[in-house]
């Protein structure tokens, strides 16, 4: 097999994984809309069984398209996981700890990442004669899940909002709460629950055209874009020429390489710890904000490092700074904010969008990034530096702080920018039943808007974002 062939083959088996991303964000909608978002969690590991079997006897079957098989399907499995994890996380937690324990998805994605960083270890399976159990591994997470997730509830929102089973919310908040007495918990679902009775889950298109979703669905799909086009896939690609150019030995630099995983956990720790001390919003535009700092040093350090004895060394804290400064805040916060922006019904078709955005820039930045490199060799973190500094800025001006809101709250925080006033938002919901069954509701609602044209508009001046 010639040289070409091999480079193509190798193309394919790295970019197929973005592709079954995109596949499994496609398709995870009617499963959390069917199967609820723990079903479709249980669901999901049988994608990765089948991967981890194809990639594994991949060289004892001597075939290469069961290796670019089992990428795809493990794709989807990660394109499923990161809609349904965070759906699931999101709603099942308090208020009061939403954001950490949604930033324990980023954790376990950097905890992943670290694990294969040390399995790769020569000492251990990264020799030729043992990749293919390198590759079978990914089967022991989707078996402990298997062995543990079904003694949790579903999620007590969408059995309440979706399923209409009380008994069953209820006692699902009980078990996830650890007290018994919820009814401040049920009765704030309930409440949300009155807006939307028998509101039937929205699709795509509607989410499009809904005007009091719109500035949320736009900065989902900013904040989604950037979270791939940040330049942090870029770091890798020089990673082990500056730590050559340090003057670390070959052999060593797999080992000098572990401190990135190392500092990738650290940093979503903490993440995890001050996110609902500090916000969402400061983590986001700190960390893009020092991504882009970092990013113009390491330009000016890459380029001075043949003439300047101790700049590698730069170029390292540069890039330890890089990776911290992402998983501190633009590594989780992204698919926690995805479950906060939206209410129930629209829920799912945002998660479908979000993924969607996800996985296609993963795939650009896969696509493109040789291209750019190649153009523009180490002045390429120039272009990145530019994306993470303009997506700090759209986030400073658009977005809210969300810590410690209520669904609801959350909602009536973009009024403004949406230019929707209150009585606009409950009609909106109104308008989206089935049915006649609300439609004198509806008249009254939007012949009070008009009625208090003059107050919405004051409350539109005046109301912060």
């Known amino acids: 097999m010639d040289n ?30 069917r199967l609820g978002r723990k079903g479709t969690l249980l669901l999901n590991n049988a994608f990765a069984v089948v991967a981890s079997v194809l990639m594994a ?48 998805t980023a954790i376990f994605i950097c905890c992943g990442v670290f694990s294969g960083q040390v399995l790769g270890l020569p000492e251990l399976l990264g020799k030729e004669s043992t990749w293919p159990i390198l590759f079978g591994v990914i089967v022991v997470p989707a078996l402990t899940q298997l062995a543990i997730l079904p003694f949790l509830p579903e999620s007590p929102r969408f059995l309440l909002l979706e399923k209409q089973d009380t008994k069953r919310a209820e006692k ?33 298109l509607d989410l499009l055209r809904n005007r009091t979703a719109r500035w949320q669905l736009i900065t989902v799909i900013i904040i989604m874009a950037c979270y791939q086009l940040c330049g942090l896939n870029a770091i890798w690609f020089y990673t082990n020429s500056i730590f050559t150019e340090v003057g670390f030995k070959k052999e060593t630099i797999p080992y000098i390489t572990l401190s990135t995983g190392g500092i990738e956990i650290v940093a979503a720790v903490i993440s995890g710890l001050v996110v609902e001390r500090l916000g969402r919003r400061p983590l986001l535009i700190g960390g893009f904000s020092s991504m882009a700092v970092f990013f113009g040093m390491l330009t000016v350090s890459l380029n001075l490092q043949k003439t300047v004895l101790w700049m590698p060394y730069v170029s390292i804290i540069c890039i330890l700074g890089v990776i911290a400064s992402f998983c501190i805040g633009p590594g989780g916060i992204p698919f926690i904010l995805t479950g906060e922006l939206f209410q129930q019904s629209d829920r799912p078709a945002a998660f479908l969008v979000a993924g969607s955005v996800n996985w296609i820039s993963n795939f650009i930045v896969g696509l493109v990034f040789p291209f750019i490199q190649e153009g523009l060799q180490t002045f390429c973190f120039l272009v990145f530096a530019g994306t993470c500094l303009g997506c700090a800025i759209y986030l400073y001006f658009i977005l809210p702080e ?32 089935e049915g006649n069954e609300f439609m004198n509701g509806e008249i009254e609602v939007l012949e009070l808007v008009n009625e208090h044209k003059k107050t919405d508009n004051e409350y539109l001046k005046t109301e912060p974002l």
């Open 57 to 104: 006897l991949s060289e004892i079957a001597s075939s290469f398209e069961m290796l670019i098989l089992g990428r795809f399907v493990v794709g989807i499995d990660a394109g499923i996981a990161l809609t349904a994890l965070p759906m699931y996380l999101g709603e099942i937690s308090p208020k009061q700890i939403r954001g950490s324990l949604g930033q324990v």
């Open 172 to 204: 699902a908040y009980q078990i996830f709460l650890g007290k018994g007495d919820v009814s401040e918990e049920i009765k704030e679902v309930q409440e949300e629950k009155k807006a939307q009775t028998n509101i039937q889950i929205t699709s795509v």
């Open 402 to 433: 969300t810590k410690c809101k209520t669904f609801a709250e959350i909602n009536q925080s973009f009024a403004r920018i949406n230019k929707i006033s209150h009585l606009e938002v409950k009609a909106d919901q109104l308008c989206k039943t």
């Open 4 to 33: 070409g062939t091999l480079t193509l083959l190798w193309s394919v088996t790295v970019s197929v994984f973005a592709c079954g991303g995109l596949v499994g964000a496609l398709i995870v909608v009617p499963l959390v809309k």
